[in-house]
């Protein structure tokens, strides 16, 4: 029987060559706290993926990559812009306020589940007047909460209007893989060449057990940022002792552009499941299928029975009835997407 | 040829078992969060070692738990006594203050590495007074920074002293269990039933890869305290989503008594060593090896030649003319021990 | 020539009655940090005011009333919802994120500056969800930002609301006279038996110099939150140690009822402003005076010319054009106000 | 009846030409948070005073000033080094903590209650590592706790240890001017002649109602801090709204140097009491009478009488039997320490 557990891509295991890299990494003793040689030839390949100077630190979870990222710098009394439906706004119990030591998430609204220099640049007020917490950060989520995707212009335009107001520009990349793939883009467009600073470098969906980075892009904005980094995870307890097994997992992650092809199935298999649906029950996506999520109202009756047949999924609000989020991974098969649509195609006596 | 690296147990990597627990638990999708079967087996399993009901928070890092466990049960404004050489105070570069909201690590001096009801009672002053921070945990390290172990009765004195003042007692157990086979000692013994509320559970040192559990013993005074905890630790980026790999490491790691087999072998190897030393030499270590750790004052001259020998081990201020820790781990080797022994031995000119 | 400064209630000085206390409480020594007999008279005046037992804690300022208070009923991963245009939420620089360690203020939309139980429990999502912050407090401006006035039942609909969700209430009363006198009700009324957990009795921009009062409602609901208060205050550095100087005051803030008096006339002020608005350009208030505040469209024209004429007040947006507030105070006179009316008529043309 | 309390300096009132200045300043309307003529004025004189540029920013309370002023160079794993009976870490219940994020209070034992720079250099350890927190800030009180006055060569001298590991000076000037008078010093001299970055300038205990002023000394270490003090202040809480009337205070304070006049009256008295009480009951005070407070060992017996006879003052441990703190004022006069002479000697039966 095929999987039908279409809940998050965090409901997989870990891809077998990212298994394997840990147990490879299991010889003899190693320094401790990333001072290890799999570390060290992380940090230079990341360094070759994104063609630049990189600072690479690993970490454990999405939520920590985020709040460390984001505090390093954004002030106690600073705004970090994101959009509404942004996991740090609404899905991390305040990690990123924890972390800054209080700092404000400004949401705003904003089709496909982006955020656009107007919108953030129509937020800002009292800029300079010390009643009012001060622009401080751009937070965009790449893929989208949505499973959109930002294109390299979008992203510049962001950039932009973050100098304008000193402000820095963050992406929480839980899903970078799939947004890469999605539209062809180069890692470092979507990043440092469109003006990112920061980026929390996703893996555990794509693929790993639980292994993410923060991928620094050191510039004049960011002066200073690398070291204080560094106490910042420590202080946060996000400095993993056994670092080599971190680092071995994000090794293999990125040898032979796994990451990549990972990406591109989970996102193929979204696609296809996006397409079995609309032809079975006759009901497009909510939003372009540019990553590997689907959201799409199935209606009351259809989502129901899925459910009763033991298809695993989370109700959406907002995008009409029966509305869901159905989530497919680098380990999703044709037969469960096709299962899930027959399925549908049954419920809606079609 | 043998391993030289006696730094500490954490450059090891993970025992065999729990590197197949992990291979194992790549089966299929698995709820997000914790709310898998590994974890549910995890929290029975422990229940049964500590022969009660428990509340299990698995975490990557002791630096984590230490750090929630603590702010479960400490208020900004409190006080938080430990030694002075506890890993708290000197090596999770504010951790504890972080996730308390500043409340203040009150260390102590001790012998042995120990603190006393006396030395607590003792810093104690304008209890009830807004102009001074407030009692509010006693944080102990089992086994000690010096590799010492805390017996029950000594536990028992400080939990009483920790209840004259309205405070919660926390161990810090990165080495509990090299704690428990040293004397002999259930792991209720040294908790609970001597009045311990919170424990940080360790494996990692001690065979995995990184996994750690806050163990809270629910009773009057930590009502709430649970609930608290897992807010606390989803907030502070602790919350894996793939949590059936830490679990299934602690799993394994619990059955068939790995745990403390792996920490018999490591303190075995710890007095062998020290035996070996002294033998070697003529110099006792500096306290009684306890655990799995050796604190020796190995004179200038034969610390240098070890190191330019290629072992590996760090300095230890205060306890005398090339004062060292040597660390045993689960895969120590005698053949190791022994090595750096004759080694010592040459370098001593005996 | 009269006064023209309409910017706020806070370019007042003091009423001369409480300066006249300030001087009569130098007296010989008294004890500090609040154990004094001008604060104990206080406490006794205000349970006799809100005619029952209250805990009372004096501040030099609203901001630290506010965030105090809120954070003494939210923890680190509450949500407090509030008006959009909420002073903690606008106009405090995150004084309520830094004294609660991070919680989010969640702001709402309503009309007339109000917010209703249905936009409160509209705006909750995922209650006892670990992934997200948790329902806390929820937090209104009495009179609201925009100069209107809550009814009690619609405050105790609050309450009830707050009440399903385990969150506390709480006023930020910066102009609670205002409200008090606007709609005839007892101090009583509009908070505890309303279901008002907590208040910030504002006194300083009716006539003190510098003088609030937390003022804690004790219940089932906020049990040690009285204790907790005042290690908060201390640790917030709100603590002032020649507290009698505060204590006095507010004594004299509110003997022979000189706080609802002040309010009378301020509130009698607006409104003969408004009016006096309304007759010489045709343009009525943009909400209804129901405090000291103001909110007029005069247009740009008209603005311009009151500013060239040496008026001072702050432009407002998002209420027509030529949008401003203008604030009277305890001190305003009637010649003050007329004579803005009437250069606003030759302004307009009329 | 003189007065009989020697509790502390904060017991007094207000001296008169302060209150004087307070109804001066209320005349008509004035901006608001700052941005007055008397604060203007203000920082004008300390400039004066302190014969060069300086950042002012008043507050009301000390421990304000303090937590405000240390946050300000302090990150949350920041180190502040302190004596072990400093106000900072013991008598503002963790106001620094609060402020900085999270700093830790490195407490240093020292004769006459100073530190040297050999304590601090001594107690630095893992500077640079990222599991210990790092030096950030030394924070000396002037005068010492326990009466004494640091001499500008000892300020100098830590001065330099703080730059040698990248460290900001703060002086805690609760007693600012009676450490002036005693060593008959001039503000420069005593503060960024010495290396002093910023200053909490005293002035309630010395004759104001409830006003200090942080004092930033601008230079290359300090570049931004003056801004984001500007947004600390606020965000804590400390922007007073009817900000003239804490300006007014420190004005009328500085004016015709009455602070200085205070200040060496209150020495004076000091000094008549202490040897007042070693002419009664033969007893030298514990440390050089260098300020307005006399620590002396009374025995029990006098202590008790003085008590009886209705004396008020703080007993104070590990300075001999009956150890007490008497705390003379700029209102003190010289019957009142007359007084207190006399009935020490007849309960000492001489």
């Given at each position: 029987?095929?999987g039908?557990?279409?809940?998050?891509?965090?409901?997989?295991?870990?891809?077998?060559?990212?298994?394997?890299?840990?147990?490879?990494a299991?010889?003899?003793?190693?320094?401790?706290?990333?001072?290890?040689?799999?570390?060290?030839?992380l940090?230079?390949?990341?360094?070759?993926?994104?063609?630049r100077?990189?600072?690479?630190?690993?970490?454990a979870?999405g939520?920590?990559?985020?709040?460390?990222?984001?505090?390093?710098?954004?002030?106690?009394?600073?705004?970090?812009?994101?959009?509404?439906?942004?996991?740090?706004?609404?899905?991390e119990?305040?990690?990123?306020?924890?972390?800054?030591?209080?700092?404000?998430?400004?949401?705003?609204?904003?089709?496909?589940?982006?955020?656009?220099?107007?919108?953030?640049?129509?937020?800002?007020?009292?800029?300079?007047?010390?009643?009012?917490?001060?622009?401080?950060?751009?937070?965009?989520?790449q893929a989208?909460?949505?499973?959109?995707?930002?294109?390299?212009?979008?992203?510049?335009?962001?950039?932009?209007?973050?100098?304008?107001?000193?402000?820095?520009?963050?992406?929480?990349?839980?899903?970078?893989?799939?947004?890469?793939?999605?539209?062809?883009?180069?890692?470092?467009?979507?990043?440092?060449?469109?003006?990112?600073?920061?980026?929390?470098?996703?893996?555990?969906?794509?693929?790993?057990?639980?292994?993410?980075?923060?991928?620094?892009f050191?510039?004049?904005?960011?002066?200073?940022?690398?070291?204080?980094?560094?106490?910042?995870?420590?202080?946060?307890?996000?400095?993993?002792?056994?670092g080599?097994?971190?680092?071995?997992?994000?090794?293999a992650?990125?040898?032979?552009?796994l990451?990549?092809?990972?990406a591109?199935?989970?996102?193929?298999?979204?696609?296809?499941?996006?397409?079995?649906?609309?032809?079975?029950?006759?009901?497009?996506?909510?939003?372009?299928?540019?990553?590997?999520?689907v959201?799409?109202?199935?209606?009351?009756?259809?989502?129901?029975?899925?459910r009763?047949?033991?298809?695993?999924?989370?109700?959406?609000?907002?995008i009409?009835?029966?509305?869901?989020?159905?989530?497919?991974?680098?380990?999703?098969?044709?037969?469960?997407?096709?299962?899930?649509?027959?399925t549908a195609?049954?419920?809606a006596?079609?």
């Open positions: 029987m095929p039908q557990d279409f809940r998050s891509d965090n409901v997989s295991g870990a891809h077998p060559a990212v298994l394997e890299a840990l147990v490879a299991n010889q003899g003793p190693a320094a401790a706290y990333g001072d290890d040689a799999w570390t060290d030839r940090a230079r390949r990341l360094a070759e993926i994104f063609e100077e990189v600072t690479v630190l690993p970490v979870t939520t920590g990559a985020n709040a460390l990222a984001l505090a390093a710098v954004t002030p106690p009394w600073g705004y970090i812009f994101c959009h509404s439906g942004a996991h740090i706004a609404v899905a119990c305040g990690a990123p306020e924890l972390m800054t030591g209080g700092a404000h998430l400004m949401t705003l609204p904003g089709a496909a589940g982006k955020i656009t220099p107007g919108a953030v640049e129509g937020a800002i007020f009292r800029e300079g007047d010390v009643h009012a917490n001060q622009p401080a950060a751009i937070s965009i989520s989208t909460e949505i499973g959109t995707v930002y294109r390299a212009a979008e992203i510049a335009a962001l950039a932009e209007a973050a100098r304008r107001h000193g402000m820095a520009l963050h992406v929480d990349g839980a899903r970078f893989a799939n947004a890469l793939v999605s539209i062809g883009a180069s890692p470092a467009e979507l990043t440092w060449r469109a003006g990112v600073d920061l980026l929390s470098f996703g893996a555990t969906k794509n693929g790993c057990l639980g292994a993410e980075a923060i991928v620094l050191p510039s004049d904005r960011t002066a200073g940022v690398a070291k204080e980094l560094t106490y910042r995870r420590k202080r946060g307890g996000h400095l993993l002792s056994k080599r097994f971190l680092s071995a997992q994000l090794e992650y990125l040898a032979n552009d990451w990549l092809a990972n591109r199935h989970a996102n193929a298999m979204a696609r296809r499941l996006a397409e079995g649906l609309q032809r079975a029950i006759g009901v497009a996506a909510h939003e372009p299928v540019e990553s590997n999520q959201f799409i109202a199935l209606g009351d009756v259809v989502a129901a029975k899925l009763a047949a033991g298809f695993l999924f989370h109700a959406w609000p907002g009409g009835a029966g509305g869901v989020r159905l989530v497919t991974s680098f380990d999703s098969t044709e037969a469960e997407v096709d299962a899930l649509a027959a195609e049954v419920a006596g079609r």
